[in-house]
Structure formats: structure tokens, C-alpha cells
């Protein structure tokens, strides 16, 4: 796959938008609607739209991250102070996330990328056929039987009069 996405711009998702709709050839909404109406018919169309969505969520948190960040950094006289260097911060942070989410998306996309052929796609594949749809561990208390009051059950050896 080639590297044609720009680092660090809004295009990111735009792009990645289109490689989507290209591999599929359709637009988002309807790619959104046949995996609403048949999640398990296509496992790389539901995990798309899944890190597709999540890919919008962190780049909306970025810009509104970026906004306030600008509207501090305007407020600010000559010299930025700790609640604007945390703003500065929330960025860095979106950019990752916002980048991490990009880089799933990508990894789904590409048909040839490492873990997807070979051993390590064997494994994968044995996995999620086993996969659970519950929790892995048991999250209630398990069901004891009801035992008798020790009051109530006569002892063995002994002779009651």
C-alpha cells in the first residue's frame, strides 16, 4: 500500500474515506447499512466501519482539541502558561490517537500487510473462531447447593436419646 496519505492534515480521513468506499464500492452510509443488517456476512466491512467510526470520533476530538488550543494561544499575551500548555498537550495526545485509529484503518484495508498472510494469519483466524461472545471470566458468584444446618443432621456413631 502506498504512503499517498498526507501527515498530519485533515485529509487523512477524507482519504482513507475514499480507499473504503473504493474497496467496496459504495458510500459509507450504504456500507453502514448492509453491515447494520448483516454484521457477521462481511468480519472486514464490520471491523471498516467500526475504526472507520472511530477514526471520526478522534479526528472531531482533535479539531475541537486544535479550536481551543487557537483560542487560547490568541488570549495569551507574550508567554504561554500551564493551562494552555495542557490544551497543547490534548493535542498531542488526539494527533496519536487520531493517527493510531488511521494506521487500524489502513492495516484493514490493505490485503497484503504483515499478520495477514502466512502463519500469523493462521493463528489469527484459529482464534477468532473460537472467540467468545461472554466475558472470559465469570462475573457472578457461582450457584452453591443449599446444605443443611449442621444442627439439624443427626451425627453418625451417635446414639441420640
Known amino acids: 500500500m502506498s504512503d ?3 501527515d498530519g492534515s485533515d485529509n487523512v480521513v477524507g482519504v482513507l474515506t475514499e480507499r473504503i468506499q473504493a474497496r467496496f464500492g459504495m458510500g459509507m452510509d450504504q456500507l453502514k447499512a448492509a453491515v447494520a443488517a448483516a454484521p457477521d456476512a462481511n468480519p ?29 494561544l490568541e488570549a495569551q499575551p507574550s508567554e504561554v502558561d500551564d493551562p494552555t500548555m495542557g490544551l497543547a498537550q490534548r493535542v498531542n495526545t488526539a494527533v496519536s490517537a487520531r493517527d493510531g485509529r488511521a494506521l487500524v484503518v489502513r492495516w484493514l484495508l ?52
Open 44 to 72: 472486514d466491512a464490520t471491523a471498516l466501519v467500526k475504526y472507520h467510526g472511530l477514526l471520526l470520533d478522534s479526528q472531531a476530538a482533535l479539531d475541537r482539541a486544535e479550536d481551543d488550543l487557537l483560542a487560547a
Open 110 to 161: 490493505d490485503p497484503d500487510a504483515p499478520g495477514k498472510k502466512g502463519l500469523a494469519a493462521e493463528r489469527l483466524a484459529r482464534l477468532n473462531r473460537g472467540a467468545r461472545k461472554g466475558p472470559a471470566v465469570q462475573t457472578s458468584a457461582p450457584h452453591r447447593p443449599a446444605v443443611p444446618s449442621p444442627a439439624s443432621v443427626p451425627r453418625a456413631g451417635r446414639a441420640t436419646l
Open 4 to 6: 499517498d496519505i498526507p
